[in-house]
């Protein structure tokens, strides 16, 4: 095995697959304002919390950067810390009183952290719910994958869009996720799973599994990145359960 692999699993959870429009439905049913943020349009949706994934308090990995440390969970609070690419944080407790805040698309509560000597609030959508440290081209420098879930519906359904909720950073550069796709039934572009495995190979590579399942049996579309960050699709792979397996 080569490298430092470091791997934080989301707890396991049944989950199912909605169609492109079911989750538009589903995320744009909320009371949305705008606002501009720098040079940055933010489209800003209120959710009730039980339409979140929810952190447990520990470790995590930040997924996107620069990230603010506000006084306050929400906007307005003062900004009293940064933090960087691929930082680790430690989760005190969400702010189940306030309501979750969609950016984006993306719905998340706000919680308390610790980072460093700094105490404060940022919002859930930067925490990467599993990350993998790995340095894939063996030259020193540690590459970093993660992915978020950016919607549920129950305590079940998770939400996973691998364009924009899987990220890699190869020696601290992003890469593209944009060939995470499969061709559907339909013939359409599916890039919608319940969540994402990543494992190192033999080679040296990393696997990326999108799974998703519910109580009729489970598929994963396989992606295998090398180290110069090309991204191929590998297999699709089916498990049917019988009566009473799941």
Aim: hydrophobic share 35%; proline share 2%; net charge negative.
């Amino acid at each position: 095995m080569f490298g430092i692999i470091l791997i934080i699993l989301l707890s396991s959870c049944q989950k199912k697959q909605r169609t492109d429009n079911e989750l538009k439905e589903i995320l744009n049913n909320t009371s949305g304002v705008t606002t501009t943020t720098n040079t940055i349009t933010q489209v800003i949706n209120y959710l009730t919390t039980d339409r979140v994934y929810r952190f447990m308090p520990g470790e995590y990995y930040m997924l996107d950067y620069p990230v603010r440390i506000r006084s306050q969970p929400n906007l307005n609070g003062d900004v009293i810390g940064i933090i960087g690419m691929n930082e680790k944080i430690r989760i005190i407790s969400s702010a189940e009183d306030i309501d979750a805040m969609e950016i984006n698309g993306v719905g998340a509560l706000w919680y308390n952290i610790e980072y460093n000597d700094i105490n404060g609030y940022i919002w859930g959508g930067y925490i990467s719910a599993r990350t993998l440290i790995h340095d894939i081209d063996n030259n020193g420098i540690d590459d970093y994958f993660h992915f978020r879930v950016s919607a549920i519906q129950g305590p079940h359904f998770y939400f996973v869009n691998s364009l924009s909720d899987v990220f890699i950073y190869l020696n601290n550069e992003k890469i593209s996720t944009e060939d995470m796709f499969v061709i559907n039934s339909k013939g359409e572009v599916d890039r919608y799973c319940g969540e994402v495995f990543f494992e190192v190979t033999e080679n040296n590579t990393v696997m990326m599994n999108m799974y998703f399942g519910d109580e009729s049996g489970s598929y994963s579309d396989y992606f295998e990145m090398d180290s110069n960050g090309n991204i191929k699709f590998i297999k699709q792979e089916y498990i049917y359960y019988d009566e009473g397996d799941y």
